[in-house]
């Protein structure tokens, strides 16, 4: 039984129990009607709390049932249902109420919630808005302004701040049945308040709603769930609750069939799916308890950090006491930024620290279930360093390497062992990017992947599996991207044109302004190191910037001039100048047509890669892109948007 009905006393107690995460399956939906039936017949109950068995109240929509024709009885009827009890209904939240579930929750007269449950309308990340009234009734029960947040951030809150809020009665310390048992009966002592839909609700000015519209438009970056939703709320708070329901509805229905619907949802799966995956299902991963990071700079610090995020006390080795003190000041630096966002208590970030020792002592390293490599990109140097992780650690203890374009067969040669040896790429700034490239050598053992899948399950990272090639997955389609983009410039494209296609397209940056910000001269070492070894490796437009000092940001100038002390790309006469003689003069192209050249070119490496077994799958591919270098989400990835699917 998916709902069942227990008593104390005069209070009724509907529990439900729809395992993993209580979804609202059509069972769900009929057994919670038919609880409120039967409830509404039996005289002798004066109220009812509603609760949820296992981890967490219901955490949303059944996704086995998206895309799929709706079965009765529908949410929206049921919200209704339960808000029209003839006994006043509270909900007693633990764990997340989202999406249909605080949809249900607001159905109900009251919400109680223990201190760590999250509340939340997470429809837009799915490229929806809520469809049983959470645009219409939230904003009846919290105002507009914190309805806007909920509503167009898709952010779940805490219990505190939903208390503060108004969208929790209480927040319950200790058994919460218990708590909201008691605090049903209390409430029967009171007036009972209007069931949130007949809520008066407060409307702003016009001018509220263009700002909201600006802030909400330049956070999405394209998508139109955000917008929709914004606009849904300004229905509810300016027409009466059956239009704006009506509204609401319509809105649903309309995105929940369109395109950028359908690219959420392909990446919701993807990303549900990429951290088990089915040939691993029967392995089982190296426990993690102690991990160690070898190099503390941009990448091991970050690398740290994200250990010590997920709890892990970590050994950060360096090559002499200065790099040692310079790494506890990356950490330090990672930290501290944490702080003053409101991420960490100061207190929790000296915590964090102390949980690192540095050292440059590799015995350090004896009781270490996972070592990760971060040092120089230079064969020799990591050669190097894993001769002495080979000595210093024990048999079992995973190896892995943070390179981005050795050849980790290379790096691995002659190492005992090898099958606990793997790459494990991370991307910068390692403790927020949530992509982690996993490449196996072929003597990686199952147990060794399977431990890189469980460490990006810990890290809640989204993990990749990659075969070995230059670049794996990303760098790969980078390279391209790249190329592609300065192509368009030999043709006269301009190059501020180019990044404002992509801006334009969802990015967060174009090539050009990206390359600025992380330096230009990363990629050209990188080709005058092959060009060094008889490659033949032909001359970019950044290797003649590069020629000239002209590295990005950081040295005040790359594809743009940038005035001292500002971030502000400026289109830089000396560039035109020195790439004159390179550039065709004026293709005329749109943005639209740029920003689709760019993205073919992405898709047909990606083609490339799939073809070379080099990923797994195009989503996987798509993940990559979105997770690791800003690709639009709500677009789905290269691979999606081209029509690459399967
Ligand atoms: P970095 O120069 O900032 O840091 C390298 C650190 O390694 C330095 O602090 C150095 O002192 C230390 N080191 C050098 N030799 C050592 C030794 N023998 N023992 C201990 N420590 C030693 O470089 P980074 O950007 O952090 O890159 C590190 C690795 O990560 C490289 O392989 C790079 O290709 C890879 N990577 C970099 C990025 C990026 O965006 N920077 C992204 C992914 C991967």
């Not at 690398?303 to 990356?330: F, H, K, S, T």
């Not at 993205?599 to 195009?618: C, F, H, K």
Request: proline content about 7%.
């Amino acid at each position: 039984m998916t709902v069942t009905i227990a008593r104390q006393g005069e209070i009724a107690v509907v529990t439900v129990d729809n395992p993993p995460v209580n979804a609202l399956s059509a069972a769900l939906r009929q057994g919670l009607w038919d609880a409120a039936d039967t409830l509404d017949a039996d005289a002798s109950v004066a109220a009812v709390v509603l609760v949820c068995a296992g981890r967490t109240f219901i955490a949303g929509a059944d996704v086995t049932e998206f895309g799929k024709p709706p079965v009765p009885p529908h949410l929206p009827d049921l919200v209704a249902r339960i808000e029209g009890a003839q006994k006043p209904w509270t909900a007693a939240i633990h764990g997340s109420a989202l999406g249909g579930g605080l949809e249900v929750a607001l159905g109900c007269r009251f919400r109680v919630a223990v201190p760590d449950a999250s509340l939340g309308l997470p429809e837009v990340s799915l490229g929806i808005v809520p469809g049983a009234g959470g645009t219409v009734r939230t904003p009846r029960v919290v105002g507009v302004p914190a309805a806007v947040d909920l509503v167009t951030s898709g952010r779940p809150m805490r219990a505190a701040k939903a208390a503060e809020a108004g969208l929790v009665d209480a927040v319950i310390q200790g058994d919460l049945l218990e708590g909201a048992v008691t605090f049903a009966r209390q409430a029967l002592t009171r007036p009972l308040p209007e069931p949130a839909s007949s809520r008066p609700v407060a409307a702003p000015e016009a001018e509220f709603w263009a700002e909201q519209e600006k802030a909400v438009a330049k956070v999405a970056k394209g998508a139109a769930a955000p917008l929709r939703a914004l606009a849904c709320l300004r229905k509810a708070a300016e027409a009466g609750f059956a239009e704006a329901m009506a509204f609401e509805r319509e809105t649903f229905l309309e995105l929940r069939g369109s395109d950028q619907a359908a690219a959420l949802r392909h990446v919701f799966f993807a990303e549900r799916a990429a951290p088990r995956p089915a040939a691993l299902r029967d392995v089982e991963p190296l426990p993690l308890r102690r991990a160690a990071v070898i190099g503390g700079g941009t990448m091991g610090a970050g690398i740290a950090a994200a250990l010590r995020d997920a709890g892990l006390p970590v050994v950060l080795v360096e090559r002499d006491d200065e790099a040692v003190a310079r790494g506890m000041a990356n950490l330090r630096g990672i930290f501290d930024g944490a702080v003053r966002r409101g991420k960490l208590t100061e207190a929790q970030a000296a915590a964090r620290l102390a949980g690192v020792a540095g050292t440059t002592d590799y015995a350090a390293l004896a009781d270490a279930d996972l070592v990760i490599e971060a040092v120089f990109e230079e064969i020799g140097v990591k050669r190097a360093v894993f001769e002495q992780l080979a000595r210093a650690c024990g048999p079992d203890a995973v190896l892995a390497t943070n390179t981005s374009y050795l050849d980790p067969r290379a790096i691995a040669e002659g190492l005992p062992n090898p099958g606990r040896f793997i790459g494990l790429h991370f991307f910068s700034p390692a403790n927020v990017m949530k992509l982690l490239e996993i490449v196996p050598v072929p003597e990686t053992s199952d147990r060794t992947l399977a431990t890189g899948f469980a460490l990006a399950r810990a890290l809640k990272k989204i993990p990749v599996r990659a075969g070995i090639c230059e670049g794996f997955i990303g760098n790969r389609i980078l390279k391209r991207y790249r190329a592609a983009a300065e192509a368009l410039v030999r043709k006269g494209v301009p190059i501020a044109e180019i990044d404002a296609a992509m801006r334009g397209h969802g990015f967060a940056m174009g090539p050009f302004e990206a390359q600025d910000l992380g330096g230009l001269d990363i990629a050209f070492l990188q080709r005058e190191g092959a060009r060094a070894a008889g490659q033949d490796v032909a001359e970019t437009l950044g290797d003649i910037l590069v020629r000239v000092g002209r590295k990005g940001q950081k040295t005040g100038g790359g594809w743009y001039d940038y005035a001292p002390g500002e971030r502000k790309p400026q289109p830089s006469a000396s560039v035109a100048e020195l790439l004159a003689r390179e550039i065709a003069p004026g293709a005329a192209m749109s943005r639209d047509q740029i920003a689709q050249a760019l993205v073919a070119e992405m898709a047909a490496e990606g083609q490339a890669i799939l073809d070379e077994g080099i990923a797994q799958a195009p989503a996987d591919i798509d993940l990559v892109e979105i997770h690791g270098y800003g690709f639009p989400r709500w677009r789905g990835g290269p691979m999606f948007a081209t029509g690459i699917r399967g």
